[in-house]
């Protein structure tokens, strides 16, 4: 699986911006997509996921009520709504994509994409 993350750009504190994520093959609804963030000096940590079928999500707390993950299977793309954008939120986002034990952890997912950076000015 090859993963295409894109929507990434700079906005001001307060916008919104939507995140997508292309991936090759005919298995992408089998797997569990997730998004991850890393920030400059920080490690890697864990923003949403959903499981194959899209029927459940998971959300970071940083990020409830801001963002949200859906998937469309047709078209082999996850998305990340974030609204209401802060700086904190500044990092380079990945997707993954994988069969996780916990679908908060990096480890657990086999896929990644290079990453797209979102950078939120005060």
């Known amino acids: 699986v090859q993963l295409q993350a894109s929507g990434g750009g700079l906005v001001q504190a307060g916008g919104s911006l939507r995140l997508s994520c292309a991936a090759s093959?005919?298995?992408?609804?089998?797997?569990?997509m997730g998004w991850f963030r890393q920030a400059p000096g920080k490690e890697r940590e864990f923003v949403a996921s959903?499981?194959?079928?899209?029927?459940?999500?998971y959300s970071a707390d940083s990020g409830k009520g801001r963002f949200t993950i859906a998937r469309d299977n047709a078209k082999n793309t996850v998305y990340l709504q974030m609204n209401r954008l802060a700086p904190d939120d500044t990092a380079v986002y990945y997707c993954?994509?994988?069969?996780?034990?916990?679908?908060?952890?990096?480890?657990?997912?086999?896929?990644w994409g290079r990453g797209t950076l979102v950078t939120v000015s005060s």
């Open positions: 993954a994509a994988g069969w996780p034990p916990r679908m908060e952890v990096a480890g657990g997912y086999d896929y």
């Open positions: 093959g005919r298995t992408f609804s089998t797997y569990v």
């Open positions: 959903i499981t194959g079928s899209g029927g459940e999500t």
